[in-house]
């Protein structure tokens, strides 16, 4: 299968508006690929928290929704549309991934579960998701994660129980941790066994400097491909049958050990 990663610079000067064209372009331009990713809130800037609530749309008929359904659709693609803040009918804001289908269809959509800013920001403003989500699709058993989820392994468990096979992970990551973000990628990889593509943004949200360096990384923690710190579209091979391959010569997720005692009870 062809995976694309579409690593857009999320340009302040734009409008949200200006931004859903570009990147439709973008990925009509990937038609051929199997499944193309673009970053987390790229709409809107996954540090610019003073606009979610201003820029918060629907899932269905929105205006983010509606651009990357017909991208979809025209490039024939399997789309992992970034995330949008999504504004719920009754009221709270999310940070959701929207994965679509080639016939344009919303498949999936992932409220993020872990929030970042320690109080502040998207943690601030934002509510958490409560549900781990996966969707077959025809080259294998997707796990769906956003940034600062990356953190936190037993999601990615939790994912690997749901059958999971590609991790796929959109993000807005600083600059500044940047070495964070290629240690952490990689050991989610190693540790489910499974393909991880991970697709950050360039440029600058609100000051914060984006580390881009999406990456895809294969069941075995082999870096397959690296972006640079700009905007790039990053396109990779990958062989599905090699997760399965994978876990079957170097069977580690069978020897898990669960429940654990907590220190002290036995």
């Known amino acids: 299968m062809r995976a694309t990663l579409v690593q857009i610079d ?15 372009a973008l990925v009509r331009a990937q038609a051929g690929a199997d499944l ?8 809107v800037g996954a ?7 201003a820029e918060a749309e629907p899932v269905d008929g929105g205006p983010t929704a509606e651009a990357m359904s017909a991208a979809a659709r025209d490039a024939g693609v399997w789309l992992h549309a970034g995330s949008i803040v999504e504004r719920d009918p009754e009221g709270p804001l999310y940070n959701t991934a929207l994965l679509f289908s080639p016939d344009g269809e919303l498949v999936s959509a992932y409220r993020k579960i872990h929030r970042f800013g320690f109080d502040s920001g998207e943690a601030a403003v934002l509510d958490a998701g409560r549900t781990v989500v996966t969707e077959r699709l025809p080259f294998g058993v997707v796990g769906l994660a956003t ?5 936190f392994p037993e999601q990615f468990r939790l994912l690997v129980d749901g059958g999971a096979e590609l991790l796929v992970l959109c993000a807005g990551w600083p600059a500044r941790r940047l070495d964070h973000w290629r240690v952490l990628v990689t050991a989610r990889a190693v540790e489910s066994q499974a393909y991880v593509l991970a697709c950050g943004t360039a440029g600058t ?6 580390a881009g360096h999406s990456m895809v990384v294969d069941p075995w923690g082999s870096i397959l491909a ?41």
Do not use: I, K
């Not at 940034?147 to 953190?151: A, E, H, N, Q, T």
């Not at 949200?205 to 984006?210: D, F, P, R, S």
């Not at 690296?226 to 790039?232: V, W």
């Open 36 to 43: 193309v990713v673009l970053p987390e809130l790229w709409p």
């Open 47 to 53: 540090f610019a928290s003073d606009d979610f609530a």
């Open 226 to 266: 690296e972006a640079g710190p700009g905007e790039q579209v990053l396109t990779c091979e990958l062989d599905p049958s090699r997760v399965a391959a994978t876990r079957r010569d170097f069977p580690v997720l069978r020897d898990r050990v669960l429940p654990v005692p907590p220190p002290g009870t036995l």
């Open 10 to 24: 999320v340009d302040p000067s734009q409008t949200p508006a200006r931004r859903r064209e570009r990147a439709a």
């Open 205 to 210: 949200h609100a000051g914060v400097e984006q």
């Open 147 to 151: 940034c600062y989820d990356l953190r």
